[in-house]
């Protein structure tokens, strides 16, 4: 398939606009049922507040996929993804509603490397929060 984006047509401090993903209960419960993650905090209010969670709680690796999924979308290429990693710093709240809640993710590129790879880093934002800390994807362009 091939990047879509071109090596030498990115510079270090390219921004790559933010893109927003809605997270609505229904999204947590189809993703347990994907990644085998039942958790009660993932789609049971009452026992999360029972833990002293503030609502329901988006996966982490859910959130996590919804930034790989805006590396993916920008590259056009799942492929060209070489290494990816975050850590979590906050939780996604989501309220039962129609809206749910709202993930923002948006990137720089940090670095270009050799080989046109290039480092992007992430931020993931719910709110004021950011959710992930140290997200950075390497990307193989053409």
Known sequence: MGAKVRYDEVEVGHEIPAVDYNVRRANLVMYAGASGDFNQIHWNERFAKMVGLPDVIAHGMYTMAQAGRFVTD?????????????????????????????????????????????????????????????????????
Request: hydrophobic residues 45%; aromatic residues 4%.
């Open 74 to 142: 920008w590259v056009g290429d799942p492929g060209a993804v070489v290494d990816f990693g975050v850590r979590f710093s906050s939780m996604v709240v989501v309220p039962d509603d129609d809206r749910g809640a709202m993930v923002s993710v948006s990137g720089v590129v940090e670095e270009k490397l050799e080989d046109k790879r290039v480092v992007i880093g992430l931020t993931a934002r719910s709110g004021e929060a950011r959710v992930l800390s140290k997200a950075r994807a390497v990307v193989q362009l053409s």
